[in-house]
């Protein structure tokens, strides 16, 4: 018996030394690197990537969650050195400038890739424009309301833990605070100033301080009324529901392309963060392709009571273009008078619009005015009538001017189809007789 089980425990620690051999072949096998030799190949790679195609990236960045993010390109180079460009308030508060004056800067410092629990990107080296969000002075406020920041400032990141590379775009978090963003792949021969320019112009598109309001449009045709999209930190609320108990904010970064939230959002069942421009000027949500950002019907926007429209009599055509030739020509034999300008209104008094002539004479400006009331066919369409009533100067100006009482029947006669630059921001409206459209003309907010 004793023998037996001699030769069994012999039997079971044969096999179990063949079974820990066995595992320790597939670890081999698994694990055929270390941990370092793993991280210095992980961090050669990222160098490669970062210095590959000319080295250019656009780099998408957030301080924290209640600043818009900034977008700064960068050109990392193998000799370690990175040239950092962009052009924003704080670049302008770096260089004594307003903080309401977004302002170009680049300079070249130094970047590494090192080693920690991953590869980490590294800007190792101060870089005014860049550093300056790191930077734990008190930072000047843009509000009324002052918070003293000294020992923390913008608490934003200089080191970026590598997390993954997919198609162009480096998906990065910020090694102390954790916020993620991304890095995106940009032609080399971009030129870095004309690139920023760019970008500040597409933010000046997106949203206009002369539009109160823009709107999220969903696919089950539910909108979300958004307010304060110049500041970048977006005030949102369902439309209908309490501005004031339901109204969230959500900061986002306008880049070359479009817009992105900080953070994916989810409005009415709906998840959205990408947005980019489209030709039309509005914003199309890349994540569902179906999302929009504009702003309201053209015709309600053109008749907001606050607003003043001012005719471009540089941009007209067909039978506006002729009335006011022949408007301009009856002035001038009406002792040498001239057209300076031709205003839309509400008029608050009268409870209806009031299209205004200005006409100068030696000096004084008279402004001949008719009355007229807005009927909206359908969103982007609108007939006038005029309601009969002008005031003293048009009785005079109208003995003389019939070109004038022209365009004002012609106002009262056509339905007239409304368009924009850019539906999301749509301080330009053309508004055209949609029975001859070749006949149009110009207002400006």
């Known amino acids: 018996m004793k023998k037996f089980l001699n030769i069994s425990l012999l039997s079971l620690v044969a096999l179990a030394t063949l079974s820990l051999s066995s595992c320790k072949n597939e670890i081999d096998e698994i694990f055929d690197e270390d941990a370092v030799a ?47 460009a962009g052009k924003n308030e704080w670049i302008g508060y770096v260089e004594g400038e307003s903080l309401k004056v977004p302002t170009y800067g680049s300079q070249t410092s130094l970047w590494e890739v090192v080693t920690d629990n991953g590869p980490v990107l ?12 790191a930077d734990p002075e008190d ?72 539009i109160p309001q823009v709107y999220i449009n969903l696919p089950n045709d539910t909108r979300w009324i958004v307010k304060n999209g110049a500041s970048s930190i977006l005030k949102m609320f369902r ?14 970064i306008i880049t070359h392309d479009g817009l992105s939230f900080m953070h994916p959002i989810t409005l009415d069942g709906y998840t959205i963060q ?13 994540d569902d392709n179906t999302t929009t950002i504009t702003a309201d019907d053209l015709n309600k926007v053109f008749t907001i009571r606050t607003f003043t429209w001012k005719g471009d009599t540089t941009q007209m055509g067909g039978e506006f273009a002729d009335l006011f030739h022949g408007f301009k020509n009856e002035l001038n034999d009406y002792g040498k008078r001239k057209l300076t ?28 005015t008719y009355y007229l009331t807005a009927e909206f066919v359908n969103d ?30 012609l106002l009262n006669r056509a339905i007239f189809t409304l368009s924009t630059s850019s539906l999301l921001a749509p301080v330009d409206i053309k508004m055209s007789d949609s029975g001859n459209t070749g006949s149009y003309f110009m207002w400006r907010l």
């Open 38 to 84: 793993r991280l210095d190949k992980a961090k050669a790679e990222y160098i490669d990537i970062l210095t590959s195609n000319g080295g250019k990236w656009q780099m998408q960045y957030y301080a924290n969650s209640n600043e818009p993010g900034y977008v700064y390109l960068m050109t990392f180079r193998n000799d370690g050195s990175v040239t950092i």
């Open 341 to 368: 300008s031709v205003q839309l209104s509400y008029d608050n008094t009268k409870e209806c619009y009031a299209i205004a002539f200005g006409c100068l004479y030696q000096k004084r400006t008279f402004y001949p």
């Open 274 to 286: 990408n947005f980019i421009r489209q030709a039309d000027g509005s914003l199309l949500c890349r």
């Open 139 to 210: 930072i000047p406020s843009l509000s009324d309301e002052d918070t003293d920041e000294t020992g923390y400032g913008h608490e934003g990141d200089y080191e970026f833990d590598l997390m993954k590379y997919s198609n162009d775009t480096l998906y990065i978090s910020g090694k102390k605070y954790g916020i993620d963003m991304i890095m995106v792949r940009v032609d080399a021969n971009v030129d870095d100033h004309v690139y920023m320019d760019e970008v500040v112009a597409m933010a000046d598109s997106f949203f206009n301080a002369k």
């Open 239 to 252: 439309e209908g529901a309490d501005e004031i108990s339901t109204a969230e904010n959500h900061n986002v």
């Open 380 to 409: 982007n369409q609108i007939k006038f009538h005029y309601t009969g009533e002008f005031n003293d100067a048009a009785t005079i100006y109208g003995e003389k001017c019939p070109s004038m009482v022209g365009i004002v029947e």
């Open 122 to 133: 590294s800007f190792n080296s101060f870089n005014k424009y860049f550093h300056l969000f």
